[in-house]
């Protein structure tokens, strides 16, 4: 049974600090890895998909990489704003067709 | 080009009730997924449409739940009759094809049964 596990579950940084979010997986049969933001009462906005057979996937300050092998995931953001205050899913797609996530990091940036 | 949208953002009824909620997908998203986040919970699948047929509905908790897509538009997933632990954020999500293509997900709707 796939199972997502997301470290650390919240994380609260000064502005301008690079971060890591890791995301880790236990079965490696998957179609792609998907990274979202959730806003507080908001929807889910899908900020970056790797596919099996990439191993990193880049959108301006945020960079995702994949290990499928090893079962893990990092989002790295650079050089983090206040406006990045966000919970961050990670989610996975397994061989059927369902996303499977994991339960987030609740990520807060203080100018 | 119009987002997943999902009516309605909020609804509280008592135990007991029926409601349903609604989702339009993308124009041109054949695959429209059902998604609920209960509290403290990581959010869980709930179904799978391709087209108007339903492909997967492993995650559907109970025959409390049902869901449709009429003419593979926008669907609807009715509870009937609610209980507290039905309380939660459901999501829609809809996407152009089946497998390795990205999920787009409507804002939620914010079910409180009370």
């Known amino acids: 049974k796939q199972e997502v596990t997301q470290i650390p579950a919240a994380l609260s940084v000064p502005e301008g600090e690079n971060l890591v979010l890791n995301c880790s997986f236990t079965?490696?049969?998957?179609?792609?890895l998907q990274w979202f933001r959730q806003d507080p009462g908001k929807g889910l906005t899908s900020l970056l998909l790797?596919?099996?057979?990439?191993r990193e996937q880049t959108s301006g300050r945020l960079n995702a990489s994949l290990d499928k092998s090893s079962g893990r995931s990092t989002l790295y953001i650079a050089a983090s704003q206040p406006g990045d205050s966000a919970t961050y899913l990670c989610a996975v797609r397994p061989e059927v067709d369902k996303l499977i996530f994991g339960t987030g990091t609740r990520l807060q940036v203080f100018p | 080009e119009a987002g997943v949208t999902q009516f309605p953002s909020h609804s509280v009824i008592e135990k007991g009730q029926t409601v349903t909620l609604r989702c339009d997908p993308i124009?041109?998203?054949?695959?429209l997924y059902w998604y609920r986040r209960v509290m403290g919970k990581e959010i869980k699948f709930l179904l799978h449409?391709?087209?108007?047929?339903?492909?997967?509905e492993s995650g559907m908790p109970n025959n409390r739940f049902l869901a449709e897509r009429t003419g593979g538009t926008y669907s609807t997933l009715k509870v009937q009759p609610a209980e507290l632990e039905d309380s939660g954020v459901y999501f829609c999500?809809?996407?152009?094809?089946?497998?390795?293509?990205?999920?787009?997900f409507g804002q939620g709707t914010r079910l409180t049964v009370v």
């Open positions: 079965d490696s049969a998957i179609y792609n």
């Open positions: 124009s041109g998203h054949d695959n």
């Open positions: 999500a809809s996407s152009r094809s089946r497998g390795s293509t990205e999920a787009f």
């Open positions: 449409f391709v087209k108007e047929s339903k492909q997967d």
């Open positions: 790797i596919q099996s057979s990439q």
